[in-house]
């Protein structure tokens, strides 16, 4: 069964910067879209940003808009989160998702990572 993979997580200070990746085994999900959504203590899981299979469309969730930046490398089929100027209320557990269309909910994903957490530091 194809699988998504997060890495890159950690603590950082507040104003500091991480990269997430997403890997997905062989070619699989290479043409989906894929998208990260955030979920912090005793909140919903929430759309942070989405690219398109071909990366030439983005969107982001206002939250992180100006401050993340989603790419993906279809070579190696990874996806990426750059994530700057971080704040205490970015911390969470950050997913990668999949899915054949461009979509901010997470009903329109069936294919999920296992998670990895972003904490920051005030």
């Known amino acids: 069964q194809a699988q998504l993979e997060e890495s890159g997580g950690g603590l950082v200070e507040g104003g500091g910067s991480l990269r997430l990746s997403c890997g997905a085994s062989?070619?699989?999900?290479?043409?989906?879209?894929r998208a990260w959504f955030r979920q912090a203590p005793g909140k919903e899981r929430m759309f942070v940003a989405v690219i398109n299979w071909s990366g030439t469309q983005t969107y982001y969730g206002d939250s992180v808009k100006g401050r993340f930046t989603i790419s993906r490398d279809n070579v190696n089929n990874t996806v990426y989160l750059q994530m700057n100027s971080l704040k205490p209320e970015d911390t969470a557990i950050y997913y990668c998702?999949?899915?054949?269309?461009?979509?901010?909910?997470?009903?329109?994903?069936?294919?999920w990572g296992q998670g990895t957490q972003v904490t920051v530091s005030s």
């Open positions: 998702a999949a899915a054949p269309f461009m979509g901010r909910g997470t009903n329109e994903y069936r294919a």
């Open positions: 062989g070619s699989a999900f290479s043409t989906y879209a």
